[in-house]
Each structure stands twice: as structure tokens, then as C-alpha cells.
């Protein structure tokens, strides 16, 4: 409905769960909501089960308030505990090469294909070259065990991009910069917006699987990522 509004949540709510991950449990845990559930909230549950977007923010809500409830209750510890190691880094390894597939996708790394679904891209093109260039610089400075490797990747690849980009007058632009400091935009469009009525007004099928679904999603990626991401900062023991 609302880019601004979409893209003010998510920004409001990573930043007050990064600050109650570093005052509350004294982690140093960045935290942000699950990106990957859009796509099941936009395709699956609006545009293939008919819920509005109103109806589907409410099922998200009570189903993150079933995680949250479940999670006070220290069920999703017993959960991590009762899954096999094995799975819990499949999980790890699966959200890891989800993100991948998406950043080849987007550096123009690999294409859809009618064929085999997936193939190389066309790796001369400058979205191609500048993230094989991201590609490499990060991969040097991961080995040479460059603190904030992954961080300066970002950044020099970016600047890169914005560098050759100018040079050679590209259209569209590589890197496009439109300020760094402005007005958040407004939530107004979005926030509160929920229809819990018109949610369970619906046959019971349909509010069960969104909620279940959005559920599912909540425990699992956490699982994942915290395994994940706990272990690479040795904090798993």
C-alpha cells in the first residue's frame, strides 16, 4: 500500500530489538524481522488465499505474539534443544544460501532459465562486474581476517560502484546516492491497520494456515539464524 510506511516498520522495530538485545541480555546480536516471511505475506496469503493486506497483518501479528508468548515460556529453547544438530545447521546453511541465491540473483550473477530453472548471467554487464569486484574485495579481506570484513566489502564495493558509475556516465546508475540524513516517512498509511474481524470472518482454514504459517516461519528462521550466527561469534557452547 505504502513503501515509506512498509519500510518505516521494520526499520523501528530492528532498531528497539538491537537495543533490547544489548541492554536486556548484554548479546551483541543484531536483530531484525524475518524479510523472507514478504514473500509468503505478499504471494501466498494476499494474492493466493484472497486475504487483504489488513487481514493478513493481523494474522502476522497474533502469530509473533504466539512466538513471543512461547518464547518467554522458554519453548523455543526447549525447541533448539530437541532439534538434532544436524538439522539446526541445515536450517543455518539454508537461510545462508537462500540470502545467496537472492544476492546472485540481483547481482545479475545468474538468471531464470525456462531449462534448468537457474543459469550464469551475463557477467560482462557492469552489475555483473562490480559484484564479482564486491565478490573478491570481501573474500580478501575475510581471509586476511580483516576485522569488519563483510562491512568493508559493503562500503568499498559500493563506492566503487558509485566511482565507475560517474566515470562513465552508466544509465541506470550502479549506485545512486539521494542524501544521508532525512525525514523518516510516514506511518500513517499502514500502522494500526489491522483487521481482526474480517480475519476470522474467513473460513477457519484460511486464518489457521497464516497463522500457523507465520509461525513456523518466526521459530525456525530464529533457530536457524541464532545457530547460525551464535556460533560464528562463539557463543554457542
Known amino acids: 500500500r505504502d513503501a515509506g510506511g ?27 524481522p524475518g524479510m523472507g516471511t514478504n514473500f509468503f505475506f505478499a504471494y501466498t496469503v494476499c494474492l493466493g488465499m484472497g486475504l487483504t493486506w489488513q487481514q493478513a497483518l493481523a494474522a502476522n501479528l497474533l502469530a509473533g505474539a504466539a512466538f513471543l508468548l512461547l518464547a518467554a515460556t522458554r519453548f523455543r529453547e526447549r525447541v533448539m534443544e530437541a532439534v538434532p544438530p544436524h538439522l539446526k545447521h541445515a ?46 574485495l570481501s573474500s580478501v579481506l575475510l ?64 486464518w489457521l494456515a497464516a497463522l500457523g504459517v507465520f509461525f513456523l516461519l518466526d521459530l525456525f528462521d530464529s533457530v536457524g539464524t541464532l545457530i547460525g550466527v551464535g556460533e560464528r561469534a562463539g557463543l554457542v557452547v
Open 91 to 136: 536450517i543455518a546453511a539454508g537461510i545462508g544460501l537462500l540470502i545467496a541465491l537472492v544476492g546472485l540473483e540481483w547481482g545479475g550473477l545468474i538468471v531464470a532459465s525456462p531449462a534448468t530453472y537457474v543459469q550464469l548471467g551475463e557477467l560482462d554487464s557492469p552489475v555483473a562486474l562490480l559484484a564479482l569486484f564486491g565478490l573478491a
Open 6 to 32: 512498509g519500510l518505516f516498520a521494520p526499520c523501528v522495530a530492528s532498531a528497539a530489538a538491537c537495543f533490547l538485545m544489548a541492554w536486556w541480555t548484554n548479546y551483541p546480536i543484531a536483530l531484525a
Open 143 to 206: 581471509a586476511r581476517r580483516v576485522p569488519g570484513a563483510l562491512l568493508l566489502g559493503l562500503l568499498g564495493t559500493a563506492a566503487a560502484g558509485w566511482i565507475f558509475g560517474s566515470a562513465f556516465d552508466l544509465d541506470p546508475a550502479l549506485v545512486r546516492v539521494e542524501g544521508l540524513v532525512g525525514a523518516p516517512p510516514s506511518p500513517a498509511a499502514t500502522a494500526f491497520h489491522l483487521d481482526f474481524a474480517g480475519l476470522f470472518a474467513r473460513p477457519a482454514a484460511d
